[in-house]
């Protein structure tokens, strides 16, 4: 309801009605709201009612700026370590990101997007904290571009296809230019819905200062 916007940025998000609407106890839904509050879904007001958290296009901006830049070092790293074995484990979770596609399998697609991401920064330990804490803060914004574009799943399936080739061949140019671009490029998709007159200028900075280099 929230990502639909059938629930809007602001609105009074009350655990007793929806309880009722949706025919569920209120235990569950203290759960949900739990979840949806550590998702960045949600948030308590000071007399504690709970609304729908407004987006703030500078925490798009920076969030991607600085996956852009971390994530493009971990990939860099890996691609020229990678092992027959690490491919076949990426194309193993490209199929299945592939299947869960196409059953609208939302969840587990997520989930499989997060393992595949996880493979391509495998021999950069140092950095996977910092990495999986980004990605999980952008799992927001990634569920509105799933939502409202479409057509991103088969931009976001070739770039997948293109990391297992790069790291297939280790080829270190490749493989940062896709990581730098895919990440870019979906910063980019949420700034146009939720924010039009301004630009990711942070975002659009990191990617050209890696593409320079490339």
Known sequence: MILSGELP??????????????????????EAFRLLQEEGLIENKPDQRAVVRRIDPGEIDALYASRVMLETVAV????????????ERME???VQL??????????RWRETHREFHFL?????????????????RADRFLRF???????????????HEALVEAFRAR??????????????????TVMTDIAPHLD???TRAALNLLLAGV
């Open 9 to 30: 940025p602001g609105a009074p998000v009350l655990q007793a009605a929806l309880a009722r609407s949706l025919n569920v106890s209120r235990t569950p839904m203290r």
């Open 76 to 87: 860099s790293m890996s691609v020229r370590l990678a092992t027959p074995a690490l491919v």
């Open 92 to 94: 193993k979770a490209l």
């Open 98 to 107: 592939r299947q869960y596609a196409a059953d609208g399998d939302i969840e």
């Open 120 to 136: 391509t920064t495998e021999d950069a330990p140092t950095l996977h904290e910092s990495i999986c804490s980004l990605g999980e």
């Open 145 to 159: 571009a799933q939502l409202g574009h479409p057509t991103a799943w088969a931009r976001w399936d070739a770039d």
């Open 171 to 188: 080829d270190h140019g490749l493989a940062v230019r896709t990581i730098a671009e895919h990440l870019a490029r979906t910063a980019f």
């Open 200 to 202: 990711a200028s942070a």
